[in-house]
């Protein structure tokens, strides 16, 4: 392609407002020389019609095209107005498509934002990629993100929130792990927010900020009882059924599990636990859902037991725990009801501490707990599948340092509806098989 204008090349480059003068590969790039079409500008202060005054060359790096790196030489227009009269005398173009001093065009800022939040590309593969700085890539994101998490109707219509915290950065010598708590749209199955820390006044913090009318749609909050979290909620969601959901309460039957399969081996070995320990071996077993073990996975682990618990204090945690899950399978209120009864019953009567703490606690809670069969199962299921999202972004963020960058990326991620061109199938019917 020579020094003129290609019709083609530019409706290719798809850039409004842009021709492309040449194009050529070099070094694996595409380097295309563009210029606006503009030739009638006005001047901003006196809008007598402006003449033209060269032209200056900047160098920007858009999407790529046919798999190769682009980079725009973009012969920059510089005008000049002829009113003697007025103060104005030169000055360059601007576009809504390239902004000044950019080394991305607007579109690859965009498609990078779009990759590192709903992809949840690390923001260096994405800088490799297009041939900028890491702080290019992370800037895109903050300038096309930020108005995404901040638009206020991205937060419409929670009838069920859910609470949960997560660890934010790990602890270090020299610092605790810090925590963040997660905010979550049970039904709609997003991320509302994250806020510092896992205390009463974060979440309490975050629910004041709420308008009125936002509080009163809410109706049903499941959360961690073992945090301040429930305290938070009185003065705003006083209204609100309060769910200790089945995955919190697990959880915290898992721990005593654990805590119980610790004290055993302590006991029995004198250290901690080590791979070849028969309790060691079946940890993972013991807190898997009795139902979904295998055949083989029951008989691993009634052998560990009965190998390595000689007072049966680990296998009295464990028929606790598959009692307290019996509870949230319950079919309804009664049910639940006798399920929390039998519970009750084993955990008062097998006389290991572990489980009769965890009683004590289901006691305090335990209208919440049956409160979750009132509230048709009010399922934390998407707390869960949060969590996991929040685990898989961190992994590609290599333990964030920065709370902001860290909250933006995790919205971006479950917590915003994306814009996407949904690309026609090529062939709209399956391909024949060719022999
Ligand atoms: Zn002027």
């Given at each position: 392609m020579g020094q003129h204008s290609s019709a083609s090349a530019s409706r290719l480059l798809g850039l409004d407002g842009f021709e492309v003068l040449a194009a050529e590969v070099v070094g694996g790039e595409w380097r295309l020389v563009v210029q606006t079409t503009a030739e009638l500008v006005g001047c901003?202060?006196?809008?007598?019609?402006?003449?033209?005054?060269?032209?200056?060359?900047?160098?920007?790096?858009?999407?790529?095209?046919?798999?190769?790196?682009?980079?725009?030489?973009?012969?920059?227009r510089i005008w000049r107005c002829s009113e003697p009269a007025c103060g104005v005398r030169t000055w360059t173009e601007r576009v809504a498509a390239i902004r000044p001093r950019a080394v991305l065009t607007e579109r690859a800022r965009a498609e990078a934002c779009r990759r590192v939040g709903k992809d949840a590309h690390a923001v260096a593969a994405v800088a490799r990629d297009l041939g900028v700085g890491w702080?290019?890539?992370?800037?895109?994101?903050?300038?096309?993100?930020?108005?995404?998490?901040?638009?206020?109707?991205?937060?419409?219509?929670?009838?069920?929130?859910?609470?949960?915290?997560?660890?934010?950065?790990?602890?270090?010598?020299?610092?605790?792990?810090?925590?963040?708590t997660g905010l979550v749209d049970l039904e709609g199955g997003r991320l509302l927010d994250v806020v510092a820390d896992r205390t009463r006044?974060?979440?309490?913090?975050?629910?004041?900020?709420?308008?009125?009318?936002?509080?009163?749609?809410?109706?049903?909050v499941a959360l961690d009882p073992w945090r301040g979290y429930a305290s938070a909620l009185v003065a705003p969601l006083g209204h609100v059924t309060v769910v200790v959901d089945h995955f919190h309460a697990v959880r915290l039957a898992n721990t005593v599990v654990d805590q119980v399969r610790r004290r055993i081996q302590q006991a029995t070995l004198g250290h901690r636990g080590r791979k070849p320990d028969p309790l060691y071996r079946i940890r993972k077993l013991l807190l898997t859902a009795a139902e979904q073990l295998t055949?083989?996975?029951?008989?691993?682990?009634?052998?560990?037991?009965?190998?390595?618990?000689?007072?049966?204090?680990?296998?009295?945690?464990?028929?606790?725990?598959?009692?307290?899950?019996?509870?949230?399978?319950?079919?309804?209120?009664?049910?639940?009801?006798?399920?929390?009864?039998?519970?009750?019953?084993?955990?008062?009567?097998?006389?290991?501490?572990?489980?009769?703490?965890?009683?004590?606690?289901?006691?305090?809670?335990?209208?919440?707990?049956?409160?979750?069969?009132?509230?048709?199962?009010?399922?934390?299921?998407?707390?869960?599948?949060?969590?996991?999202?929040?685990?898989?972004?961190?992994?590609?963020?290599?333990?964030?340092?920065?709370?902001?960058?860290?909250?933006?990326?995790?919205?971006?991620?479950?917590?915003?509806?994306?814009?996407?061109?949904?690309?026609?199938?090529?062939?709209?019917?399956?391909?024949?098989?060719?022999?």
């Open positions: 901003a202060r006196c809008g007598v019609r402006a003449q033209a005054h060269g032209r200056r060359t900047v160098r920007v790096r858009d999407l790529p095209a046919g798999g190769r790196p682009v980079v725009l030489a973009w012969r920059k702080a290019t890539i992370m800037r895109a994101v903050e300038d096309h993100g930020t108005p995404l998490v901040d638009d206020p109707t991205r937060l419409d219509d929670v009838a069920a929130l859910g609470l949960d915290e997560t660890s934010f950065l790990k602890a270090t010598r020299v610092a605790p792990t810090r925590y963040v006044a974060a979440v309490a913090g975050w629910l004041g900020a709420r308008p009125r009318d936002w509080l009163a749609t809410v109706g049903t055949q083989r996975g029951r008989v691993r682990l009634r052998a560990g037991l009965a190998v390595a618990d000689p007072t049966g204090q680990v296998a009295a945690a464990w028929q606790g725990k598959e009692l307290l899950r019996a509870v949230y399978a319950a079919g309804d209120l009664a049910d639940a009801r006798a399920a929390l009864d039998r519970f009750y019953r084993w955990s008062d009567g097998v006389g290991v501490a572990e489980l009769s703490r965890l009683a004590r606690t289901v006691r305090v809670w335990e209208a919440e707990i049956v409160a979750f069969h009132a509230t048709g199962g009010c399922s934390n299921g998407p707390t869960e599948a949060m969590n996991l999202l929040i685990k898989k972004v961190k992994r590609v963020g290599h333990g964030f340092r920065n709370f902001a960058n860290y909250r933006l990326r995790l919205l971006l991620h479950c917590g915003v509806r994306w814009q996407t061109h949904q690309t026609a199938r090529l062939r709209a019917r399956s391909p024949r098989l060719v022999a």
